[in-house]
């Protein structure tokens, strides 16, 4: 049967194809539009995150259109987002992005949320030479494949809790002691993201001449940490680290309460995203936070004002803080409105170079990428939690107040 | 082996890690009952029985949040997945019972998927995790802690399996199950309706599987994403511990708990699954030389 509609196929095929490349060649700015383009995971694990990163992403494109949006070759054009939900799976993420470039023609995108999703969609945006801003994939890996079209506003992995091992040193120093006689522990997921995490730890300690008492490799599968920490109690550690999203801080902070470890210095991430101040309360105090980012930062834009305005505006839109993830979502879309009016073109290429010269400050902090495409002019921050609020301790030069160490014994609380 | 000098020189930690690990194992060892029954009498594996767990997880929390003490989760979650397990058999489990096993297991497989999904848009996909507001025991000058909420899960292990026990020998409903498990038909030829047999074994399997996850929220931490580690866990330890034997399934969850916390501990946490699934490969090695001798005599 199909061989009598072939004459009927292949014309309509023909068409079809024209139109969409038709479609194509407009899409990127429709009339006073700049159409910017996203998968985001809206559901399945990472839905949370996917929904701070669009709400960054919206407030900037509000804020931007609001203040009279980008002028390009010298007419106003308004910004816009398309989003597409890419289930929190890789797979779907790489489909999606290949939608928007050749179905819906973006030519701008913003990154999806994770270092997963990003991995799978950068190299379809490489193939067809399409920009991608983004500022939620950290992992190492995306640096390291000569990525020409990727750029990442965030501090890359491996320097997450690389600070707390200078903190720790310091204090070592302050004490009249020798950084090389800190004995550290480090309890990291066996994942991509936070197997960098530890490689920028090792890097830092070795630097030092630190001592690795303890160096466990949590399995994904597994949320129970009591065989490290009582490798802790045995060997008295000064400073232990744990990495593993939301649920290794969960589990961390929860077990060294409720076994009452006591180690002088702990630093975990994703304090924010577990919500450990509110699930344990006192028994998350002192415990130190890496951070890409914290609204009492002082950096500024002429769209945002300075960091705490930021939170300010984005608490009475959304009706929450915002968490760093919404924060370096809106700063890549600020990194795109600052690459648009230098390049003063649409053309990819061009902007691509422009995007590449970028040397900016925005509330979120400096951005500057190296060939790489990974900023580098920012660091990450480590809050310190005391009483209950997150108070920025770390580098020295934003710090806004002092790191309580050696944290209290359980004892002496 | 530097770890194993930590073990001769304060053997104190062993205490630690030998009683974590028979708690933890009894908190396996509820799901791994219903695996077992379900296994037994129904020839199903149940690919969805971690989300079974966590769904209890999540009716605890739930009860948590309106301000009801955890505790009361462990009876709720269990008569809440009972309902929720008799619905699934009645609208997907009956079909697939009698057909080939790896039918059954695509069936639980997609009732898994649906779950995650359901739990994920109902309660979000962020760890969650309950306080019981119980305490620690301190033991040999603190050097040994032994979470209180773990002693209430073993004590609760203990008691439905003793409780399941009775069930099987006294109750009628327990005969007819243990004789639906020996031969279907006959049963049926009996007089006894095995299709009632079968959706009071699956939804007994659910209300098993809601008490772990009540006991796991309170221990450890929740996501809508996590259900596999204890499918998994439950279905080495059925496999260990073989169909028929309440008392063989505690005892593997236990000796497994121990044997893996020792493992991470000498080996390094990297390696606290993969030793469980060697040891696994180990036992069945060893199993199945056994039952070959077995054979032989019987010729």
């Known amino acids: 049967m199909f061989r009598y509609l072939k004459p ?17 060649a407009h899409a990127k700015v429709e009339g006073d539009t700049i159409i910017l383009g996203a998968a985001l995971s809206f559901t399945g694990k990472y839905k949370t995150n996917g929904k701070h990163t669009k709400n960054g992403y919206e407030l900037a494109v509000k804020k931007v259109n609001e203040m009279g949006g980008i002028n390009v070759d010298g007419k106003n054009y308004k910004l ?12 779907r993420g790489a489909q999606l992005a290949e939608r928007l470039i050749k179905q819906d023609g973006v030519q701008y995108m913003l990154g999806p949320y994770s270092s997963g999703l990003t991995k799978a969609m950068a190299p379809v945006t490489e193939k067809y030479k399409i920009p991608m801003v983004e500022g939620n994939g950290a992992s190492r890996s995306l640096f390291n494949k000569g990525y020409k079209y990727l750029f990442a506003v965030l501090s890359t992995s491996e320097q997450y809790l690389a600070e707390a091992i200078n903190l720790a040193a310091q204090q070592a120093l302050a004490a009249g002691k020798d950084p090389s006689s800190i ?41 129970d940490m009591t065989v490290t920490l009582t490798k802790v109690r045995a060997l008295k550690p000064d400073v232990l680290v744990v990495s593993g999203h939301s649920k290794g801080a969960a589990t961390a902070v929860r077990q060294m309460m409720e076994q009452k470890v006591d180690v002088p210095m702990f630093a975990i991430t994703h304090c924010e995203a577990a919500d450990v101040v509110g699930k344990f309360g006192p028994g998350a105090d002192y415990t130190l936070c890496a951070t890409q980012w914290a609204e009492t930062m002082t950096y500024q834009d002429k769209y945002f004002g300075a960091a705490p305005d930021y939170a300010k505006l984005f608490e009475k839109e959304y009706g929450y803080t915002p968490p760093y993830q919404a924060a370096e979502s809106t700063a890549s879309v600020l990194v795109w ?3 648009l009016q230098r390049a003063n073109s649409f053309d990819t290429g061009k902007l691509r170079d422009a995007l590449a010269a970028t040397d900016m ?23 310190q939690i005391q009483s209950g609020q997150y108070k920025v301790v770390a580098p020295t030069k934003w710090a806004s107040d002092k790191l309580i160490h050696p944290r209290p014994k359980w004892s002496e609380r | 082996m530097g770890n194993l000098e930590i073990l001769l020189q304060a053997p104190i930690f062993s205490v630690q890690l030998l009683i974590d690990g028979l708690l933890v194992g009894s908190i396996f060892a509820l799901a791994a009952y219903g695996m077992a029954l379900l296994w037994g009498v129904m020839n199903i594996i149940n690919i969805s029985q971690g989300d079974f767990v966590i769904l209890g997880g999540y009716v605890t929390l739930t009860l948590y949040n309106a301000g009801i003490h955890p505790l009361f989760g462990v009876p709720v979650a269990a008569v ?5 397990g008799w619905v699934i058999y009645r609208a997907v489990i009956y079909r697939v019972v009698d057909r080939d096993l790896f039918i059954s297991i695509l069936a639980t497989f997609g009732i898994s998927i649906l779950l995650q999904q359901l739990m994920d848009q109902i309660f979000g996909a962020d ?29 609760v292990v203990i008691v439905v399996g003793v409780v399941l026990v009775l069930f099987f020998k006294k109750s009628r409903m327990g005969q007819a199950i243990r004789a639906t498990a020996q031969n279907a038909r006959a049963a049926r030829l009996m007089g006894i309706n095995t299709d009632r047999v079968y959706a009071m074994t699956f939804a007994m399997n659910a209300a098993l599987c809601g008490a772990a996850g009540a006991l796991v929220v309170m221990t450890w931490v929740i996501q809508p994403f996590i259900g596999l580690a204890y499918t998994i866990r439950s279905f080495m330890i059925v496999v260990v511990a073989g169909l028929g034997n309440i008392a063989a399934v505690v005892a593997a969850a236990l000796g497994l708990g121990a ?25 069945l090695l060893v199993r199945n030389m056994f039952l070959k001798r077995q054979r032989q005599v019987l010729k």
């Open chain 1, 361 to 383: 400050q925005t509330f979120y902090g400096n951005i500057k990428f190296d060939e790489t495409g990974k900023n580098v002019a920012k660091p990450m921050v480590l809050r």
């Open chain 2, 80 to 84: 809440v997945l009972f309902i929720v």
């Open chain 1, 183 to 223: 004995k550290l522990a480090l309890a990291m997921e066996n994942d991509p993201f936070s197997q960098d995490i530890r490689a920028g730890v090792l890097d830092d300690a070795q630097t030092h001449s630190m001592n690795v008492v303890i160096d466990d490799k949590l399995p994904k599968e597994l949320n």
């Open chain 2, 259 to 283: 044997a893996e916390q020792f493992a991470a501990f000498l080996l390094g946490a990297e390696f606290q699954i993969g030793f469980v699934f060697g040891l696994l490969v180990v036992i």
């Open chain 1, 8 to 24: 009927v196929f292949a014309p309509l095929t023909a068409v079809a194809l024209v139109m969409s490349f038709a479609g194509a």
């Open chain 1, 337 to 339: 409105v600052d690459a």
């Open chain 2, 127 to 155: 760890i969650q995790s309950v306080e019981s507001g119980l305490g620690q025991f301190f033991l040999f000058d603190n050097q040994v802690t032994v979470s209180q909420i773990k002693l209430v899960a073993f004590a």
């Open chain 1, 80 to 91: 816009k987002v398309i989003y597409y939900d890419d289930e929190s799976t890789p797979a």
